[in-house]
């Protein structure tokens, strides 16, 4: 598997795939027992790569009777930020993840969500190249949600790379460049949101004025499924579309929106998970 530099990659995968292992692998917290892996053209544990990296575990505590402020300026210093940097740093990274206002609350007045905005900061403190994100979002509300992403949006633009794990599909179909599906400690599949998903499968046409004529052209354009006013139109390609739309203005029916429909990357997941329990060369040793 190969993340590249600057991009925003989904690693993605049931419980007990090997996600959060493979996370700590990458970070040096524990040790492989065979293969080998580089991050920031390093061996994996190497310090100085090391201290490029930001990380958000998935299970944290931060000590109750410290500030944002506090726990922001103790990890700054732990990374080595020089002393007349560290009140800026802690500044920019809490305004980033929306805590300003709460910068000197302490930490046990804060909400799950709120912790989760203070671990994120705590990641991204001091610009790192490469930021580990586990399960970023997995306590924050729709609004926290839309800002995370607005978030790694703005570390993709300097030029960071994010490799995201979480659960939320939808949101890692929405943000990443790449995705990586893993079972059983193995990758699955792998590419780009496009690749992965291929073309579309579907389109949903909402219409009007539909005659006789009308249902006869869409049988022979491919009609899939009816639910007036929406039509599902099934083997319509993209390139077919806008002729498809001519035919049916010119027999009378009118033509209120279009949308093109395909899997949603958890569709793909859970196909991909199936596809794998059946393939009879999976039954193998993973630990091998």
């Known amino acids: 598997m190969t993340v590249g530099r600057g991009e925003v990659f989904g690693f993605l995968g ?69 002393r007349s940097g560290r009140r800026r740093m802690a500044a920019e990274a809490l305004d980033a993840v929306g805590l300003t206002s709460r910068a000197d609350s302490r930490v046990a007045s804060f909400s799950k969500g709120m912790q989760q905005r203070l671990g994120i900061a705590v990641a991204i403190l001091g610009e790192p190249e490469l930021i580990f994100l586990d399960e970023p ?11 995370v992403r607005g978030i790694v949006e703005r570390l993709r633009a300097r030029g960071a790379t994010v490799f995201l794990n979480s659960h939320l599909l939808t ?27 291929g073309a ?18 869409l049988r022979a354009l491919g009609l899939c499924r009816s639910d007036p006013p929406w ?9 077919r579309i806008p002729s498809a ?5 010119a027999a009378g029916v009118s033509i209120y929106a279009v949308e093109s429909a395909r899997a949603t ?19 193998h040793d993973h630990n091998s």
Request: with cysteine; charged share 30%.
């Open 14 to 82: 049931p419980n007990g795939a090997g996600k959060t292992t493979a996370v700590k692998l990458l970070l040096g917290l524990i040790r492989a027992t065979s293969g080998a892996a580089e991050v920031l053209g390093a061996p994996l544990g190497d310090l100085e790569a090391r201290r490029s990296i930001g990380y958000l575990p998935e299970l944290f505590r931060y000590q109750e009777w410290l500030t944002a402020r506090e726990v922001l300026h103790f990890h700054a210093n732990l990374i080595g930020i020089p």
């Open 137 to 147: 979002t997995s306590a924050l509300d729709p609004v926290g949600r839309r800002d």
């Open 171 to 197: 949101e890692v179909e929405r943000v990443c460049d790449r995705v990586a599906f893993v079972d059983a400690g193995r990758v699955i599949a792998e590419g780009s949101i496009d690749e992965i998903l």
């Open 200 to 217: 579309p499968r579907e389109v949903r046409l909402r219409l009007g004025n539909v005659g006789e004529a009308g249902e006869t052209l």
């Open 231 to 239: 039509y599902t139109m099934r083997g319509l390609v993209d390139e």
């Open 245 to 249: 739309i001519e035919q049916l203005v």
């Open 265 to 283: 990357l958890e569709d793909r997941f859970l196909q991909l998970l199936t596809e794998n329990d059946e393939d009879p060369s999976d039954h």
